[in-house]
């Protein structure tokens, strides 16, 4: 079992970054394990990241099962064992000290006291009530200021008070087929505009399609004249765009259910570190196509899911962006709702953003269609709706008036 949680922290970024950052890892390990582990670490110093399952499987030799082993149950059980190995010598020590006469008992008390303390729970910092004022005035100031990202749509983000903000998430609800990836694209697209570092991660569309929708967003070209026959003009376009919006970003495809939460901070990471930028958001089209959590309860797992994705977002204080499907009702209704979302209403109560996107025969006749703020924790504007100008051929949603 030993071997088996420590194959697993190994392989998982964030319980390997939180293991080694609070307690370290050698102290419970056997002579052939701290061999390995000091192979692994040279590997992972070397490599900044963690091991994938290929590369852990050829260093332990043998495949081993961890199927039922989560990051939680993991973590608490190796530290478990750190804790009871740590005063089981600890209690031998003083023991044979005590026995042979050596024993030195103020250093004894010493270590006893710095024990107690590694091994009770802390209380946190914490900040006094009424002290700070200017600090959290500063901040909020901030807020509005700095860490908005502009959506691209003038009066969603009048609506949204002032765009998408860093530390938050947000989801987009609408039914298959009407628009969700076109949004998200659109985000894609006004955050570059603001000098912006987006991280694009899809686990539907490939790396290519995505980049051809969004050029195809940045010159305004429907499928059909977005052809080598319009060469000149498309360089030209896209050349114009990023010589004045000089945004960066990383548009990366992994098959469906076969990255988690954990997968995106390691690679948000590396990529950081590839452009020498720090990322402002992070787009996952879609949701409910991450990888679960472990568990046979699909609600608990769903909702570990959203409240690991937003715990990402406020301790990395970055917006991530995503989407999720409607149920069946939500397919023929005027107007998808919070009734409408699919699966776990845990979506909508962990999210701080929620918006909905409704269109109508009539409005699809016309080029138009509704966004609706169904949530926005922070900032208000509930059950405000905004019509906008969609125009699916050049993936463009704008606001009325706009020229695409």
């Known amino acids: 079992m030993r071997d088996e949680i420590l194959y697993k922290v190994l392989t998982d970024q964030t319980l390997y970054t939180a293991f080694v950052k609070s307690v370290g890892i050698v102290e419970c390990l056997n002579k052939n394990q701290k061999q390995l582990y000091k192979k692994i670490t040279v590997f992972i110093d070397d490599n900044k990241r963690c091991l994938t399952e290929q590369e852990a499987v050829t260093l332990f030799e043998k495949k081993l099962d961890v199927g039922s082993l989560n990051t939680e149950f993991a973590f608490d059980m190796v530290l478990d064992e750190i804790r009871k ?5 600890w209690i031998l ?3 044979e000290g005590i026995e042979s006469n050596t024993i030195d008992y103020e250093k004894t008390y010493k270590e006893l006291a710095t024990m107690k303390e590694k091994l ?3 209380i946190p ?3 006094v009530i009424g002290e700070g004022q200017e600090e959290i005035l500063d901040m909020e100031s901030a807020k509005v200021k700095i860490d908005v990202l502009k959506t691209g749509i003038t009066a969603l983000d009048i609506a949204l008070f002032g765009g998408c903000h860093k530390g938050e998430l947000g989801f987009l609800i609408a039914p298959p087929g009407r628009g969700k990836s076109t949004f998200l694209i659109n985000l894609v697209y006004g955050f570059l505009q603001q000098r912006k570092t987006v991280f694009v991660l899809s686990n539907e569309l490939r790396t290519e399609a995505i980049l051809s929708r969004l ?3 940045i010159v305004g070209m429907n499928r059909s004249e977005f052809t080598s026959e319009h060469k000149v003009e498309v360089l030209k376009g896209l050349g114009n765009f990023f010589r004045y919006a000089k945004g960066h970003g990383i548009i990366h495809y992994v098959p469906v259910n076969s990255f988690s939460v954990g997968d995106i901070k390691s690679w948000v990471t590396a990529w950081e570190n590839k452009l020498g930028l720090r990322a402002d958001a992070v787009i996952i089209d879609y949701f409910d196509r991450l990888r679960k959590p472990y568990g046979d309860d699909n ?3 769903l909702r570990a899911l959203v409240d690991s994705l937003r715990d990402y977002a406020v301790e990395k204080d970055i917006f991530i962006g995503t989407a999720t499907q409607s149920n069946r009702h939500g397919l023929n ?3 998808v709702t919070e009734e409408h979302v699919g699966e776990a209403f845990s979506k909508i109560e962990s999210a701080d953003v929620v918006l909905s996107l409704s269109q109508d025969k009539k409005e699809r006749d016309v080029g138009k269609a509704r966004i ?5 924790r922070e900032y208000g504007g509930v059950g405000q709706h905004i019509d906008v100008k969609t125009d699916w051929d050049r993936l463009a949603i704008t606001d009325i008036g706009d020229n695409v």
């Open 333 to 335: 209704a005027p107007l």
């Open 120 to 122: 009770e729970v802390h």
């Open 93 to 95: 020590d003083v023991a």
């Open 299 to 301: 609600r608990l797992k």
């Open 85 to 89: 190995e740590k005063l089981r010598f």
């Open 372 to 376: 609706s703020v169904l949530k926005n």
């Open 215 to 217: 050029y195809r967003r």
């Open 125 to 127: 910092k914490g900040k």
